[in-house]
Structures are given as C-alpha cells and as structure tokens.
C-alpha cells in the first residue's frame, strides 16, 4: 500500500486503470499518482467499491460522519434509511465484517430496491473513512470520466472529452462540417484554458465560465452530435475546475503515461501467479516511477511470480 502521506498532502491525484491477469483470472491494475507519486494497485475488480478501498491506504475501518451522510444524499439513498443509520450510535466499524452485520441488525440486506443500499451504504463508509484519515479532503481526483473514479472534487480530461467528438461517425458533408466547426471550438477553448492556467486571473475566469463550453446548446443538426455537446454541458463543473483550481491540469496524460510501464510489464510476462508476487509488481513498478518522478531513480533488478 502507498504512503498515506501521499493523500494527506496533495491537492491533486489523476487516475487510470487498465486490465490485468492474476491466477488466471482477468482483473484490473488502478493507478493513482501526480507529478511526485505513482502508486498501481491490482485487484479483481475495478468498482467504485474497489477504487475507495483503495484510497484507504490501508485502513480496514468504515466510518459514518458527515461526509458520508452527504454521500448517501447525493446518490438518492431514502431518507428513512439514512435516518436509521444517524439514530444509531455507533459510527465506525473495525472492519468489512463489522459493517455488514451492522446493516443487517438494520435491515438493509432485506431490501430489494433501487439504488441497491447495501451498496450505496458501503459506498459512504469508504468514503467517510477516507476523508476521517484526512485523506484528500481538499484534493481533485482528475479522470477520463470513467464513473468509479467520480468522488470529491472530480475534474474531467479534456482530451478525451474532445476524443468522443473526433470519434463520432459521419454520414454526409453536413455533418462532417459540424464535426469539424465542434472541434475547432473545443481546440480554441482548451487553447484558452491553457492560457489561463499560466496566468490566472479572476475576470478572465469569469469571461471563460460565461463562454461556457464551447458553446454547448448549439444546434448542429447533426443529432448524435447535439446530445454529446448536451452531455459536455451537463459535465461543465468537472471540465471547468481549472478556473477554481488552477494546478488541475486538463489531461490525463500524466496517468497514461503512467500505467504505460505497466502495461508493458503485461505484454512482457503476462500475469502474476500469487498475491505476493502481484504485490511485488505493484510496489517495484510504483517505486521505479516515483523516483523517475523525483529524480532520484537507482538501478532496481526485481521479478514477480
């Protein structure tokens, strides 16, 4: 497991996951790091449930406070659950075990509903121990909108914004115009946005929030076209943290060429066959990262089984 230091004292960590095979099974390698850390962590699964479980560094226990309540909220929970889970006193549970039973005493596992409220439940636990070990409390997790890593303060990559535009099938000129006009305009807002970060300042924030993105209630006539631009519109907050936070950077290029290595590492020698020896990967390829980060790299000859 990574340093907790590591999200205790960053604003900022940018997130990818690729695939990866352990025991002869497909399961997913995380990648969590900025400009001073690079961690990879391999799991089964690659679930909102995982990705929090990840930010734990560590740490077993679930935890109901107020950021786990606010959590529950947002993701439509009924109010008479979440009243059920504040009447009690008990807040934090040493472990999954634990947490289980106490939604049990509680009924939950009974309800057959939607969203699921185990799940959601579960969710704010992590989410409220993550935050009660101080872990990225004022931090943005930047993603390429992949929907696990939406939690906290969520930035989005431009890139791969623009990326869904640039992919789009055309059928005539029309709307090969229209692609092209769209494009264009996302390339000349994110021209400005690179600008701003360089020299942020409060007006020109203001001049960029009001263009909105790049115009996004604009009717193309193309219709795939017009509801991706509506899609960009509703994710407009996540697009536009630059002009809060002026350090979030607008790709997520840092992370790909991240897990790059570790990618590599997989065409090379496939999957891991023991839990040690997919820890082992995880920590070597994080540590060589690191120290290429901080400049501080020294040989290092490692294998994994």
């Known amino acids: 497991m990574f340093c907790a230091r590591d999200l205790k004292h960053r604003r900022l960590v940018s997130v990818d996951d690729t695939g990866a095979r352990h025991t002869g099974k497909n399961g997913f390698c995380t990648q969590i790091g900025n400009d001073w850390f690079t961690w990879f962590g391999t799991r089964l699964s690659k679930s909102r449930l ?6 734990r560094a560590g740490h077993t226990d679930y935890v109901l406070n107020d950021v786990a309540f606010r959590y529950m909220r947002k993701h439509s929970l009924s109010a008479e659950l979440i009243a059920r889970l504040s009447a009690e006193p008990e807040t934090r549970f040493a472990d999954r075990t634990a947490w289980l039973a106490h939604l049990d005493r509680l009924g939950f596992t009974a309800l057959n509903i939607t969203p699921n409220p185990i799940q959601v439940a579960t969710e704010a636990a992590l989410w409220g121990s993550v935050q009660s070990h101080k872990f990225l409390c004022d931090a943005v997790v930047l993603s390429d909108d992949a929907g696990q890593f939406n939690i906290g303060r969520h930035a989005l990559c431009w890139v791969h914004a623009e990326r869904l535009v640039h992919k789009l099938d ?3 000129d029309r709307h090969r115009t229209a692609q092209k006009l769209v494009r264009g305009l996302i390339w000349d807002f994110y021209a400005s946005l690179k600008a701003y970060r360089l020299n942020p300042r409060e007006r020109q924030a203001c001049a960029l929030r009001a263009r909105s993105i790049v115009s996004s209630l604009r009717r193309t006539g193309f219709v795939t076209l017009d509801r991706l631009l509506a899609r960009l519109h509703v994710n407009k907050a996540e ?4 002009l809060d936070r002026p350090e979030t950077p607008l790709h997520t290029n840092g992370s790909e060429n ?7 590492r997989r065409k090379v020698s496939a999957g891991t066959r023991s839990d040690v020896g997919r820890d082992c990967r995880d920590a070597f390829l994080s540590l060589t990262k690191t120290c290429d980060k901080l400049g501080s790299r020294s040989g290092i000859i490692w294998e994994t089984g």
């Open 170 to 172: 055309t059928f005539n």
């Open 50 to 55: 995982n990705f929090l479980d990840l930010l």
């Open 239 to 242: 697009l536009l943290t630059v």
């Open 258 to 264: 991240d897990i790059r290595c570790y990618v590599t």
